[in-house]
């Protein structure tokens, strides 16, 4: 299965990306409602970190069926994924509460479909402008480099971890102030970094998650447009 997910310039509506949801699907709708999103057309990319923290992780699973919502795997899916391998006290102090509450077909149902999910998304917009979309940072200086070793057979299954774990969970380029522009695409939008002050661009690095899942208002960038807006229900 790749890692890759590419799609083609939305020629009927608009396309978004936004942030982390960990949880909170109703904040999420509501600043849906209030950009005026529309499922028939438009289309909403999202940053990863679907579950854990909030109340409606259990709604991820819906909201996987929408057939206009398209997330990457964040660290919090991957804890679904290894549920069965991974350290489950550091995934529970970390909000995985609700998923040690289900059977084990919901919980294998569960990781079915969160393993589906890609680490990295390739979206096309008519104006010829290309955007990456991965959870923690692109761990490659070219984002072209990044898909093609994400699917590449011939890496090993510890080159392959690296490659995926650092794009999931690394916090490197944030903390390092790095400004280097990730070559072979115009912008990169991530999740994963906490922001309290609004979204922070880094080089070509759009950085995303202003916590919309604990304040209800979610950071939104409109790709069809190359804006960038704030909506929600404040809580
Ligand atoms: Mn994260």
Redesign the pocket.
């Known amino acids: 299965m790749s890692k890759v997910k590419r799609f083609e310039p939305n020629t009927v509506g608009r396309d978004f990306v936004t942030g982390?949801v960990h949880g909170h699907f109703t904040r999420l709708q509501l600043a849906l409602d209030a950009i005026g999103f529309d499922p028939a057309c438009d289309r909403l990319f999202q940053c990863?970190?679907l579950v854990d923290r909030g109340p409606e992780s259990h709604l991820a699973i819906e909201w996987l069926a929408k057939p206009w919502f398209h997330p990457v795997r964040?660290?919090?899916d991957d804890y679904v994924c290894r549920f069965d391998t991974c350290d489950t006290g550091n995934w529970l102090e970390n909000g995985g509460l609700w998923f040690s509450g289900m059977n084990k077909a919901e919980q294998l149902e569960h990781q079915v479909q969160f393993k589906e999910l890609p680490i990295a998304i390739e979206v096309a917009t008519a104006t010829g402008v290309t955007f990456g979309i991965v959870?923690?940072e692109c761990p490659r200086p070219d984002w072209g480099d990044f898909l093609r070793d994400l699917d590449d057979p011939s890496l090993s299954r510890k080159e392959q971890k690296l490659l995926t774990n650092t794009a999931?969970?690394s916090r490197r380029r944030y903390e390092l102030d790095d400004r280097d522009k990730v070559q072979g695409v115009d912008w990169v939008v991530v999740?994963?970094?906490p922001l309290e002050h609004g979204p922070v661009v880094l080089g070509n690095t759009l950085y995303l998650?202003t916590m919309g899942w604990r304040r209800g208002v979610f950071s939104f960038l409109n790709i069809t447009e190359c804006k960038l807006l704030q909506a929600g229900v404040a809580q």
Do not use: E, K, T, V
Request: aromatic letters at 8%; a negative charge; hydrophobic letters at 20%.
């Open positions: 982390d990863g970190d964040g660290n919090h959870h923690a999931m969970w999740g994963h970094q998650d």
